[in-house]
């Protein structure tokens, strides 16, 4: 059974930090990348983070300067994202999602709720 586990998520105010981290199992083909995505109220999923070890680590604009996608060393698949500076319009669910060559996977999304 394919499993990407995420957790960290929870109630933060504004300037303040999180660590998500997402643990992938299960999954039979190799992962060529991992990323971070977040769905905000009424709006579309989009991409937070992603991180490859053709491309390195690439940010959405929005997040350059204040998250950090980064993997364990010790742990080749587990993943984390570094949130800080957080900000209310960083309010969302956020979803850990792995890339092989034949699909994508999806992990259940945690809550990220920044307070003013």
């Known amino acids: 059974q394919v499993q990407l586990v995420e957790s960290g998520g929870g109630l933060v105010q504004a300037g303040g930090s999180l660590r998500l981290s997402c643990v992938p199992s299960g999954i039979a083909y190799p992962i060529n990348a991992m990323g971070w995505y977040r769905q905000a109220p009424g709006k579309q999923r989009e991409v937070v983070a992603t991180l490859s070890t053709v491309r390195g680590a690439n940010y959405t604009e929005s997040v350059k300067g204040r998250f950090t996608i980064s993997r364990d060393n010790a742990k080749n698949t587990v993943v984390y994202l570094q949130m800080n500076s957080l900000k209310p319009e960083d309010t969302a669910v956020y979803y850990c999602?792995?890339?092989?060559?034949?699909?994508?996977?999806w992990g259940q999304g945690t809550q990220v709720t920044v307070s003013s």
């Open positions: 999602n792995a890339q092989t060559y034949y699909r994508a996977f």
